[in-house]
């Protein structure tokens, strides 16, 4: 059996097409990464975005339970317009909704207060935002985000 050689005016060109190949396979699989970073960035926004939600929903809920007195309508508001007539309750609903805007920023739609009926008095409170998330075909969509908290006082 014969061994034959390969000479090297037979191989031209072979390694700029393997070069080639390369270069389109490594493309594809960053274009790849870059679809999967810019998911998960989108998907970490979101969650920090509850985050703060569920974090300034437990302090209106300290504010209340820190002022028993307080009649129980003082605490449902939305904000923009609260109207407490209790002098703590008035602060905290003030600062409550000065720093919700200040956390949220230009994001926030809306920050309510609601109460439910029954023996106890319980509270539902609302923050809504909007968020850009990715959609089909890596397109971004402004959505509203909700987040509905529940305290029972």
Known sequence: MELKHLHPENSAGFSLLESMIA???FSIALLGLAAMYT???????????RTLATI???DLEERIRANPRAPDSDYVFGCGA???TDPQASVDVQAWCNNTNAVFGGLLLQATVTQGGGALVDYT?????????LGDE????IVPQTFTYMVRR
């Not at 998911?39 to 975005?49: D, R």
């Open 82 to 84: 609260p109207a407490a």
């Open 125 to 133: 409170i609302t923050l809504q935002w909007s968020e850009r998330a």
């Open 56 to 58: 300034q929903a437990m």
């Open 23 to 25: 270069l389109v396979v």
């Open 138 to 141: 890596n397109r971004q969509n």
């Open 39 to 49: 998911k998960t960035l989108s998907v970490s926004h979101s969650s920090y975005l």
